[in-house]
């Protein structure tokens, strides 16, 4: 158990809706990353939030967005839903920022996202 | 982009023997390296890392070699076990940068 806590483990909704995933960091970290796995993109970086801010943003479409709120648990807001939104949504988190072995990140189990 | 890519897609052992699972990166600027292990309905737990100032670590039945000459980087994994089936994926980072890059993915499959 990595101590990362992701909810809910399963999405199904249809093209067009819009869903939260939320994610609670290990206790301690300051750090939330959102990531996307999908089979034809594989593990890909959306957005990062520091201590309430947002820090970097990877391949985030503008129909998604995040936040971070002062407790530290994130959520990442999916809007016009479509097909292709179907993925594996991962959220890590670390202790502070600026990567390397400082700054390892470490996964939750992930929200499965399926858009009929 | 630059990217992160694997050799193999599929790489399938006999237990007890050792594996090595390969990963070519393209960005020269690249200092930072990371394994993750990730089994089905999990997320990727972090394995082992290394920065590009070294070209080898080693950790519990693990090592990581990385060689900058050619951009190449391996996982070996010794004494093969039935818990060590999984999908390995090759990450990188720059330091002082957050995202990591992914690569593919390799599905190490263990023969009993």
């Known amino acids: 158990d990595s101590g990362v806590t992701q909810t809910p483990k399963h999405l199904i909704t249809a093209t067009g809706q819009r869903v939260t995933l939320r994610c609670s960091p290990r206790?301690?970290?300051?750090?939330v990353y959102w990531y996307q796995q999908s089979l034809d993109q594989g593990l890909q970086f959306l957005i990062q939030y520091y201590n309430g801010e947002e820090r970097a943003k990877g391949n985030i479409l503008e129909r998604f967005s995040a936040q971070q709120f002062p407790d530290l648990h994130s959520e990442l807001n999916l809007s016009s839903l479509e097909l292709g939104d179907s993925a594996l949504y991962f959220c890590?988190?670390?202790?502070?920022?600026?990567?390397?072995?400082?700054?390892?990140?470490?996964f939750g189990a992930g929200t499965r996202l399926s858009v009929l | 982009g630059e990217s992160v890519g694997l050799h193999l897609p599929t790489l399938s052992v006999q237990e007890g023997d050792n594996s090595i699972i390969n990963c070519a990166y393209s960005n020269s600027a690249s200092d930072y390296f990371i394994w993750y292990k990730q089994e089905s309905g999990k997320g990727p737990q972090f394995i082992i890392d290394i920065r590009s100032n070294m070209d080898k670590r080693q950790g519990q039945r693990v090592t990581v070699l990385l060689n900058k000459t050619v951009k190449h980087l391996s996982l070996q994994i010794a004494a093969t076990q039935p818990g060590d089936s999984a999908v390995y994926f090759c990450a990188e980072s720059l330091e002082g940068a957050d995202g990591l890059t992914f690569g593919k993915g390799t599905h190490l499959i263990i023969q009993p």
């Open positions: 890590a988190s670390s202790v502070a920022t600026g990567g390397g072995r400082k700054n390892i990140q470490y």
């Open positions: 206790s301690g970290d300051l750090s």
